[in-house]
């Protein structure tokens, strides 16, 4: 099983939908987790971290699940800024263990 | 503030020329990383640092070498340029190791 792994993509949406994406992780002594958003050559920004209890910001919610070792995305009312790929991340305790999702790509269109 | 700053931002390189790629953050972040990123693929570590005089090694460290004489600045040495080694770099610095990252611009890299 690879450390981390994602939906694979790309996911093809119309505006207005709700989408969902999900990450596993094989390391379960990973502590940190987030996801960020990268633009077509463009660097990685910071979308959101992701807490045990979940967590909410405009039309974007963040689930973590420690037991089944994954973490979710859900982006509602989608806009076509909203294309783009999405990073999922997972630290290890130590923040030695830095670990990228390949990513999942989303495409959004009128 | 700037952030973390990456320079050149495009180099064309000849293979078995050498060079340095440059980072600098001013948020104070003990932690810094360099990343590469091949075309359709995710990132992948090459080097890190906790702190100024200490780097480790990451996931792909081989051709490269780094330093941290300060904590400011975490310069990428390629010693011997490989094709293999095309490829969009990224540097990263966070205030501890579990805290988000914020990441320079890029720089593309070209060996031809």
């Known amino acids: 099983r690879k450390e981390v792994e994602q939906d694979p993509g790309p996911f093809n949406v119309p505006e207005g939908a709700t989408v969902a994406f999900n990450c596993t992780y094989s390391?379960?002594?990973?502590?940190?987790f987030f996801w960020y958003r990268q633009d077509c050559r463009k660097e990685p920004k910071l979308l959101m971290s992701?807490?045990?209890s979940g967590n909410e910001d405009g039309r974007f919610t963040a689930q973590l699940n420690r037991a089944s070792q994954y973490i979710s995305l859900l982006i509602r009312d989608s806009k076509l800024s909203d294309s783009a790929t999405y990073l999922c991340?997972?630290?290890?305790?130590?923040?030695?263990?830095?670990?990228f999702g390949k990513g999942t790509t989303l495409s959004v269109s009128s | 503030n700037a952030g973390v700053t990456q320079t050149p931002k495009f180099r064309i390189l000849k293979i078995g020329q050498s060079m340095t790629l440059q980072c600098a953050q001013d948020?104070?972040?003990?932690?810094m990383y360099w990343y590469r990123q091949d075309p359709g693929m995710g990132l992948k570590l090459i080097y890190y640092?906790?702190?100024?005089?200490?780097?480790d090694k990451g996931e792909v460290p081989n051709g490269y070498n780094v330093s941290r004489s300060t904590t400011e600045d975490f310069p990428l040495r390629l010693e011997l340029a490989a094709p293999s080694q095309t490829s969009v770099y990224f540097c990263?610095?966070?205030?501890?190791?579990?805290?988000?990252?914020?990441f320079g611009d890029g720089t593309r890299l070209s060996i031809l």
């Open positions: 991340v997972v630290i290890n305790q130590a923040g030695t263990a830095l670990i």
């Open positions: 990263a610095s966070s205030s501890t190791g579990n805290q988000p990252q914020h």
């Open positions: 640092s906790v702190g100024a005089g200490i780097t």
């Open positions: 948020m104070n972040h003990n932690y």
């Open positions: 390391n379960s002594a990973s502590q940190s």
């Open positions: 992701v807490y045990s």
